[in-house]
Nanobody, 116 residues
């Protein structure tokens, strides 16, 4: 069992920035994705990063504004969010995944609220 924990959410004005963190023991052995679920909507992929950080992928809505990165020495993955918009308001979740074993672990989420 991998215990995933997100942090760094909060309230920010439009145009501002936040950095989310995702930590878990052994996270370096997993690919990691950041997802979000806006109020009343389905959960959607925001960004993902490979185990060694060599490959990243972004949704069209955040590309150029968000940056995913990882520090495997700290078992951490980050999501730097800039130029935030009210439509970025959501609960943000971290997902640790292993393509070989099909294991997937979710954190409890962290709320991000962007005011206009």
């Amino acid at each position: 069992q991998v215990h995933v924990v997100e942090s760094g959410g909060g309230l920010v004005q439009a145009g501002g920035s936040l950095r989310l963190s995702c930590v878990a023991s052994g996270l370096s052995t997993y690919g990691v994705g950041w997802f979000r679920q806006p109020p009343g909507k389905e959960r959607e992929l925001v960004a993902q990063i490979s185990r060694r950080g060599s490959r990243t992928l972004y949704s069209r809505s955040v590309k150029g504004r968000f940056t995913i990165s990882r520090d495997n020495t700290k078992s951490a993955v980050y999501l730097q969010m800039s130029s935030l918009k009210p439509e970025d308001t959501a609960v943000y979740y971290c997902n640790a995944n292993n393509a070989s074993t099909k294991d997937i672990y979710w954190g409890p989420g962290t709320q991000v609220t962007v005011s206009s």
